[in-house]
């Protein structure tokens, strides 16, 4: 029992340091600021930008920016979950398919996408649907190459199982092989909602246009500088809570083993 | 020698162009034909799908303009020194929080998780910092490049063979002689992951702070050909960026014997 409650003790103290040392190097900036070594029109301190949250809510109406940015996420995050399963489904149906387009998807991923923001403006104009539909373009390669994982590596005793109880094509994907390759596709789809995200803020920010992306842009074009701290803050904050949801989501569908 | 001859006994029954290829290639036509015939069709807007022979044409003259290789040469120069600073940074850190349990608990869950956050937002704190010239482009694509490299080296550290780092205590090897001769070639799948990673996101970051405030580099020339409406040359600039990086990226791959691993 003791070691069990040293043991939980000990495990705190690393995430006492991290956090201890984040609010030492605080404490340093605001005093280098402060005293003048570091001048507030390049850093303001961190005070300030502590100050400036709650002008963020109020003036500049983060919460209605935020739905924007989560909406445009998830419809980009719908569109790929919808087709890059149903892509890597059909890849991994049609084997010659998959042999002369894998190569391609897993090409695309390493390819500067998020460069074709020009092109999509010209497309769809400045609007929504450009960062929707970058987003969707830059997320779907992981989305497709973990549908083709995870249904290749579903486990012979399952396929056979659902052979034997003579169970139709569709009965066999729908019943053994889709749940069976549920968790794979999942960090698929994770990765692909974290790219979808980095490049919706990316192209708000861009492309001057809607949610958090563009109100970082806003910010530091009026030169409020601490807004403009306050605000790539709450954009990191956002994607570390999205990113700690995903991988709880992702944790609840993987098997025990 | 008689399996060797069985081989070559099958080998010219074997097609010359095989169902894959031929697939790729009737891919490639389809979707050749689909664009030729969406530029003529007038469905879209005018020139937003223009011709295959107009792309080509704009692909030829990009190519033969020494301004486009100058542009590339700064842009090129900017990620190779964003790969260096930040991808050497990386490694260091990563060596020093993979090889210490203590702080790896302590800071990786904070590279774990800004890791993933979109880099570009930290744009105008960087021109803030460097200026507008290429210094803030080079920050951002430090910036960008050191978490993949940083977690990918302190997961190639705790993977490191013990019995390799008992050799090396063994010989009494001081620090340094640790990392170039053990740590360094023991690690050098996942350093060489990690930096296909950086390159990959150096290259986004550089170049989409290129497109926001620039006036060199092929992010400016990308966007200064859609201020102007050129779309040929924004598609043939496109083009030739990602067969560079798609390249760029295979080569890195390579060079590190990434392709070996499965192998060995």
């Known amino acids: 029992m003791s070691v069990a409650v040293a043991r939980r003790s000990g495990s705190y103290m690393p995430a006492v340091a991290g956090l201890g040392s984040l609010l030492?190097?605080?404490?340093?900036?605001?005093?280098?600021?402060?005293?003048?070594?570091?001048?507030?029109?390049?850093?303001?301190?961190?005070?300030?930008?502590?100050?400036?949250?709650?002008r963020l809510f109020v003036e500049e109406h983060v919460v209605s920016r935020f739905e924007q940015t989560i909406v445009e996420c998830l419809t980009a995050g719908v569109?790929?979950?919808?087709?890059?399963?149903?892509?890597?489904?059909?890849?991994?149906?049609?084997?010659l398919l998959q042999r002369a387009c894998e190569t391609w998807v897993a090409a695309l991923a390493s390819a500067p996408v998020a460069l074709m923001y020009p092109l999509f403006l010209v497309i769809f104009g400045r609007n929504s649907w450009t960062i929707i539909m970058m987003a969707f373009v830059s997320a779907l390669p992981p989305v497709i190459l973990k549908t083709i994982e995870g249904?290749?590596?579903?486990?012979?005793?399952?396929?056979?199982?659902?052979?034997?109880?003579?169970?139709?094509?569709?009965?066999?994907?729908w019943k053994i092989l889709f749940p069976a390759a549920l968790p794979t596709i999942f960090v698929g789809v994770r990765l692909g909602l974290i790219f979808a995200l980095i490049n919706v803020v990316g192209v708000e920010f861009l492309i001057n246009y809607g949610g958090l992306g563009q109100l970082i842009n806003d910010l530091s074009e009026r030169y409020d500088l601490a807004g403009t701290y306050a605000a790539i803050c709450f954009v990191i904050l956002v994607s570390v809570l999205f990113f700690m949801t995903l991988e709880k989501i992702e944790r609840w569908l993987r098997p025990v083993d | 020698m008689a399996e060797t001859g069985r081989l070559?006994?099958?080998?010219?029954?074997?097609?010359?162009?095989?169902?894959?290829?031929?697939?790729?290639?009737?891919?490639?036509?389809?979707?050749?034909?689909?664009?030729?015939?969406?530029?003529?069709?007038?469905?879209?807007?005018?020139d937003v799908v223009p011709s295959l022979v107009a792309i080509g044409r704009a692909l030829l003259e990009l190519l033969s303009h020494g301004d486009y290789?100058?542009?590339?040469?700064?842009?090129?120069a900017e990620v190779g020194f964003?790969?260096?600073?930040?991808?050497?940074?990386?490694?260091?850190?990563g060596i020093i929080i993979g090889a210490n349990r203590f702080l790896a608990r302590a800071y990786e869950p904070y590279l774990y998780y800004l890791g993933?956050?979109?880099?570009?937002?930290?744009?105008?704190?960087?021109?803030?910092?460097?200026?507008?010239?290429?210094?803030?482009?080079?920050?951002?694509?430090?910036?960008?490049?050191?978490?993949?490299?940083?977690?990918?080296?302190?997961?190639?550290?705790?993977?490191?063979?013990?019995?390799?780092?008992?050799?090396?205590?063994?010989?009494?090897?001081?620090?340094?002689?640790?990392?170039?001769?053990?740590?360094?070639?023991?690690?050098?799948?996942?350093?060489?992951?990690?930096?296909?990673?950086g390159l990959g996101v150096a290259l986004i970051g550089v170049l989409l702070a290129e497109t926001k405030l620039s006036n060199k580099g092929i992010g400016f020339l990308i966007i200064q050909a859609y201020s102007i409406f050129d779309m040929p040359r924004m598609y043939a600039m496109l083009i030739v960026l990602f067969v560079l990086a798609i390249g760029a990226n295979a080569l890195v791959g390579r060079l590190g014997g990434l392709h070996t691993i499965r192998r060995t």
């Not at chain 2, 360094?184 to 992951?193: E, F, G, Q, T």
Request: net charge positive; hydrophobic share 50%.
């Open chain 2, 116 to 197: 993933p956050t979109p880099k570009i937002i930290f744009f105008p704190v960087m021109i803030m910092y460097f200026g507008v010239g290429p210094e803030s482009k080079v920050a951002l694509g430090v910036l960008s490049c050191f978490f993949p490299v940083a977690l990918s080296t302190a997961a190639g550290m705790r993977g490191i063979d013990r019995i390799l780092i008992r050799v090396g205590e063994s010989f009494r090897a001081n620090s340094w002689q640790m990392v170039t001769k053990i740590y360094l070639p023991a690690m050098r799948h996942p350093i060489i992951n990690g930096v296909r990673l």
């Open chain 1, 151 to 173: 249904i290749s590596g579903t486990r012979r005793v399952l396929v056979n199982v659902g052979r034997s109880f003579n169970l139709t094509p569709s009965q066999q994907f």
């Open chain 2, 8 to 46: 070559r006994a099958t080998a010219p029954s074997a097609p010359m162009i095989g169902p894959v290829t031929l697939l790729r290639a009737a891919i490639i036509l389809g979707v050749l034909a689909i664009w030729e015939f969406l530029s003529h069709s007038g469905w879209l807007y005018r």
């Open chain 1, 24 to 54: 030492v190097f605080f404490l340093v900036m605001e005093a280098l600021v402060q005293s003048g070594m570091v001048s507030r029109f390049i850093v303001p301190p961190p005070s300030e930008i502590l100050g400036s949250f709650g």
């Open chain 2, 82 to 93: 964003a790969l260096l600073i930040g991808g050497g940074a990386g490694v260091i850190v």
């Open chain 2, 69 to 76: 290789y100058f542009n590339l040469g700064v842009t090129a």
């Open chain 1, 79 to 95: 569109m790929l979950t919808v087709f890059g399963i149903a892509g890597g489904v059909l890849m991994q149906r049609y084997t």
